[in-house]
Nanobody, 120 residues
Framework: QVQLVESGGGLVQAGGSLRLSCVASGSILMIRTMGWYRQAPGNQRDLVADITAGGTTNYAGSVKGRFTISRDNAKNTVYLQMNSLKPEDTAVYYC??????????????WGQGTQVTVSS
């Protein structure tokens, strides 16, 4: 079992910044991809950004140039630096990770979500 715990959400004014963190714990052999998704009320959960173990990143078009994803493989941690925030960035942000456990089982895990609210 692999658990993900997010932190760093909150309320910020438009144009401000927030940094989200997510730590993975459990019987982890390796983590392939870590990422962030978000879901606003009435909407589906969409990819914001993800990053492979090798550092290859992928961003949603709406956040390119404003958000930066990074990870610390030694700490099983992924970060999302969010700058120039807009009211439309308001959502619950979920951390995601996939990989293999120490028993060589594939895992796909989600965090509990952290609220990000951007006021205009």
């Amino acid at each position: 079992q692999v658990q993900l715990v997010e932190s760093g959400g909150g309320l910020v004014q438009a144009g401000g910044s927030l940094r989200l963190s997510c730590v993975a714990s459990g019987s982890i052999l390796m983590i392939r991809t870590m990422g962030w998704y978000r879901q606003a009320p009435g909407n589906q959960r969409d990819l914001v950004a993800d990053i492979t173990a090798g550092g290859t990143t992928n961003y949603a078009g709406s956040v390119k140039g404003r958000f930066t994803i990074s990870r610390d493989n030694a700490k099983n941690t992924v970060y999302l630096q969010m700058n120039s925030l807009k009211p439309e960035d308001t959502a619950v942000y979920y951390c995601y990770a996939n990989g293999r456990t120490s028993r060589l089982q594939i895992f796909n895990s989600w965090g509990q979500g952290t609220q990000v609210t951007v006021s205009s």
